[in-house]
């Protein structure tokens, strides 16, 4: 598995925490959780962007991210 330098999603560099982990600590994603942790399903992404998406869908994500950048425009 290869770690990059950066969040794919996020785009924020990767580092580890110390005792626990941070938004921008390293963390193995599955793509689609129903298939697990095998080979083309997974990927590293921080622990923030992994959060973000943790139990949301794509649909509920892209529900999300419009309404905060509908209302953001209007501030």
Avoid: Q, W
């Avoid at 600590?25 to 083309?40: H, T």
């Avoid at 590293?44 to 905060?68: D, G, L």
């Amino acid at each position: 598995m290869i770690v990059p330098e950066y969040c794919p999603i996020l785009g924020i560099k990767l580092k580890s925490g110390k005792e626990s982990s941070i938004d921008s600590s390293p963390s193995l994603d599955r793509i689609i959780p129903e298939m697990g942790y095998v080979r083309g399903n997974v990927h590293v992404i921080s622990n923030k962007a992994n959060t973000i998406k943790n139990n949301a869908s794509p649909e509920e994500i892209m529900k999300v991210a419009i309404y905060f950048k509908k209302k953001s425009e209007k501030i």
